[in-house]
């Protein structure tokens, strides 16, 4: 079972050494003499290789299956001038280089000299002007475009990810894919800058050649010029021509390989797929080419074999497509039936559970209660806590593990939303310094949940250290629990639909049915009376007390039907209940009141709101306010009271729109919404931080 391992790691150290070595030794070419036998069995090896880059480019199904090109390109055209210098060393010196580049000079070119030198320039015009400029460029435009695609495809896989389409592994997958394309496509922007070098040398190594020949040949060993020039100028030729062919087939791959970046198979398949899919461009080509072979002085028998070919592949061509239309119609055909016999069930698909805990597969014995788990029980207080605090039945939290997050990772969903996520440390307790810390503890840095705070992960074992230093420590679950516990309340008055309004009117109808019969229908209608409702719930407000809140509603209803107006009017008939939640132990309720400055701008704003429609300060205005709003909250924090904020009744519901979004968890009340019997204390005025 290990040999396969075995023989591909040894294979891989082999193929290693040989790859050093092989370096080594083209580097030693440019400085050691070669004999003629040596130097024809490297030009073989080098044609033999160009001949195999080419297949494998035309046969990779894309790009990256033959990412070590740009290297291999490198290192071939470094072998490639190795030659040359070898070859000619070989030609000045001795006046032979081996049988390979005699027989391309003698029997390649038909032993003119002339003629070979004009096939010479064409292959490197060929090379330089046509394959390398075009590969080049190609590969310039792939590389820019793929940068720039990156992004946006990081982002496609990051929301297949997060819509479970994919798994983290396939994510890291795929993006170490992106990165390997860019680098390939980078790579293979400088790379063709090697092909275009190699034939600038070529023809530079040529022309020294033809002239270093002439001058050792006329010189040295006294030759006639005729003699001389013929001599060198066939053997300079035939180098050239060993040196060229295997150097354009190399840049030919190059092109093939960074042009096929939109294929999905090998060059034969597609080409054949694309090329002749088409039996009726295939038909019109055979009879273009019938009539040119009978155009007088045009030679009829090869467009005629042609023509006769293309019409023999159209003919098979349009059997196969029939073949498969009618393979498609019967699988269409079946699949309808199947369909009609099994009516698919829409209703399911775009249904999804009120409340969600999807958690990752580390954290499942919270609630598996065979293992000790307790979040089951945790959510259930949860829900009844809610109720007796706002007065809201929440539906049933569905818990399910989900594969796609992190083994510690949880995600909260509203109605299909995410609303909230965390990471939990099983056997860990989170750390939270309350601001009576005495000293620093070790632990795993990390952000509490539900309030944002800075708390860190500490063992069991540094519990009582941290508990003694001042912290407040929380196990996992408890974290868990209360992250949840916010979330919901803080979403509690998206759960009051029309539904929802109308069981808690029957329930009301029962015991006091006059005051349902005064509030509804008319004047109020259901979606009047759950906005109201809404808008108590949203500021923390509980509708519990559901026969004075109609009662009011009744009462208020015949001057407006503005939600705003009668929620307004609902809280401050609530004010023994407002007050008696923010109080402290000995009846008083520390608040933070507002500037006349401020309070003289929220109004305008909403006298503006009445013309406009639009409730809206000033940016420079609102900026300032909410700084001045934060300096006092942290303030009051910092002397360990909850920031409450008192303003005119006028203005309460204005202020407090104008800031939710930046402080939303500030309690906002009136002076109409305060107890006659509680006791007011002042902690600070609210100013505009700087001038407007």
Not at 29 to 46: C, E, F, Q, T
Not at 398 to 414: A, F, G, T
């Amino acid at each position: 079972m290990n040999l396969p391992d075995e023989s591909t790691t040894r294979l891989s150290k082999i193929g290693d050494f040989l790859a050093v070595v092989g370096i080594l030794f083209i580097v030693m070419m440019l400085i050691i003499p070669l004999s003629p036998v040596a130097l024809d069995l490297l030009l073989a090896i080098n044609i033999s290789l160009s001949v195999l880059i080419l297949l494998l480019t035309m046969n990779v199904n894309k790009s990256l299956d033959f990412a070590i090109f740009p290297s291999l390109l490198l290192i071939m055209t470094l072998f490639r001038l190795a030659l040359n210098v070898s070859s000619t060393r070989l030609i000045l010196l001795n006046g032979y280089a081996g049988q390979i580049i005699t027989a391309f000079g003698n029997f390649v070119v038909g032993g003119n000299a002339v003629v070979g030198f004009v096939i010479f320039i064409i292959l490197v015009v060929i090379q330089f002007i046509v394959i390398t400029k075009g590969a080049e460029r190609v590969a310039e435009v792939a590389a820019r475009f793929t940068l720039d695609a990156m992004p946006g495809k990081q982002m496609s896989i990051d929301a297949d990810l997060n819509a479970g389409l994919i798994t983290d592994q396939q994510a890291r997958s795929r993006r170490r894919e992106i990165e390997r394309e860019a680098d390939f496509y980078g790579a293979m922007d400088g790379a063709s800058k090697f092909v275009k070098g190699d034939a600038i040398a070529g023809i530079i190594i040529t022309i020294i050649n033809i002239l270093g020949g002439l001058i050792i040949g006329m010189v040295q060993k006294g030759l006639a010029f005729d003699q001389a020039l013929s001599r060198y100028t066939l053997l300079t030729v035939g180098d050239g021509l060993v040196s060229q062919i295997p150097a354009l087939l190399v840049s030919t791959a190059m092109g093939i390989l960074v042009t096929r970046a939109a294929s999905e198979s090998n060059m034969g398949h597609d080409l054949t797929q694309q090329l002749f899919s088409q039996p009726k461009v295939l038909y019109i080509a055979a009879g273009l080419l019938i009539i040119l072979g009978f155009i007088p002085g045009l030679p009829t028998l090869p467009f005629i074999l042609i023509a006769l070919l293309l019409g023999g592949i159209a003919y098979l061509t349009s059997k196969t497509v029939a073949k498969k239309s009618v393979e498609i119609a019967e699988k269409e055909n079946a699949q309808e039936l199947k369909q009609a016999e099994t009516p698919e069930r829409v209703l399911n698909l775009v249904q999804f559970d009120p409340i969600e805990l999807e958690i990752g597969y580390s954290l499942i014995p919270y609630v598996d209660q065979e293992q000790g788990g307790d979040l089951l029980d945790r959510i259930t207080l949860i829900r009844k806590q809610l109720a007796l605090e706002l007065g809201v039945v929440l539906p049933v939290v569905r818990i399910r593990d989900n594969l796609q997050l992190q083994p510690n990772e949880y995600v909260i969903k509203i109605k299909g939303v995410e609303v909230g996520k965390g990471e939990l440390m099983p056997h860990y307790h989170l750390a939270m310094d309350s601001g009576t810390a005495t000293k620093s503890i070790n632990g795993i840095p990390t952000t509490e949940p539900a309030f944002g705070l800075p708390a860190l992960w500490i063992s069991e074992v540094d519990r009582e250290e941290a508990e003694m230093a001042g912290y407040t420590t929380v196990d996992s679950p408890s974290v868990l629990a209360t992250h949840l516990t916010e979330v919901l309340k803080s979403h509690a008055a998206e759960f009051i639909g029309r539904q929802e309004v109308k069981n808690l009117i029957a329930s009301v109808k029962e015991h006091s049915p006059a005051v349902i019969e005064e509030l509804t229908p008319d004047p109020l209608s259901l979606g009047d009376i759950q906005k109201v409702l809404q808008n108590l719930v949203k500021e923390g407000i509980s509708i519990r007390n559901l026969i004075e809140i109609f009662e009011k509603l009744a009462d208020y209803a015949r001057l407006s039907k503005d939600t705003d107006y009668l929620t307004e009017m609902i809280r401050q008939g609530l004010s023994r209940q407002i007050s008696k939640s923010l109080v402290d132990e000995k009846n008083r309720l520390q608040v933070i009141t507002l500037s006349p400055e401020i309070e003289e701008a929220v109004f305008e704003a909403v006298k503006k709101e009445q013309e406009t429609g639009s409730l809206a300060l000033e940016p420079n205005l609102w900026q300032s306010m909410l700084k001045g709003l934060g300096e006092e909250i942290e303030n009051a924090a910092g002397r360990g009271y909850m920031p409450v904020v008192l303003t005119s009744p006028q203005i309460r519901l204005a202020f407090r729109r104008l800031i939710e979004h930046a402080v939303p968890r500030v309690i906002v009340i009136s002076y109409n919404e305060i107890d006659p019997s509680v006791q007011v204390q002042g902690l600070g005025m609210v100013k505009f931080a700087y001038a407007s």
